[in-house]
């Protein structure tokens, strides 16, 4: 299984991205997929969730903010981050798990991180 993630970069409080995360080598689409991140300094956090069947669950730091979506075609997972802020800043992480009793359960599997820097 290999995880590309792609669309971080440095952007000014308030402001918005786009990460995207295409997946290979699994069924794509009957796979939950997860974005977490990790600041300096602190453990990996999961920001978002999306089941196969598009059920979706948010860290309550980024409920209203950020919103996950998924392109089962392209075999890619989306996060559209909005109103960011500097406490955002972290390395975001895409991986690939499941669902047991509405939690996400991640795999083993991670893409390489990319970085998100939210300037004040």
């Known amino acids: 299984v290999q995880l590309v993630e792609s669309g971080g970069g440095l952007v000014q409080a308030g402001g918005s991205l786009r990460l995207s995360c295409t997946a290979s080598?699994?069924?794509?689409?009957?796979?939950?997929m997860g974005w977490y991140r990790q600041a300096p300094g602190k453990q990996r956090e999961l920001v978002a969730a999306i089941s196969s069947g598009g059920i979706t669950n948010y860290a309550d730091s980024v409920k209203d903010r950020f919103t996950i979506s998924r392109d089962n075609a392209k075999n890619t997972v989306y996060v559209q981050m909005n109103s960011l802020k500097p406490e955002d800043t972290a390395v975001y992480y895409c991986?690939?798990?499941?669902?047991?009793?509405?939690?996400?359960?991640?795999?083993?599997?991670w893409g390489q991180g990319t970085q998100v820097t939210v300037s004040s």
């Open positions: 080598g699994t069924g794509f689409s009957i796979n939950a």
């Open positions: 991986n690939v798990g499941g669902y047991y009793s509405g939690r996400y359960i991640p795999s083993d599997y």
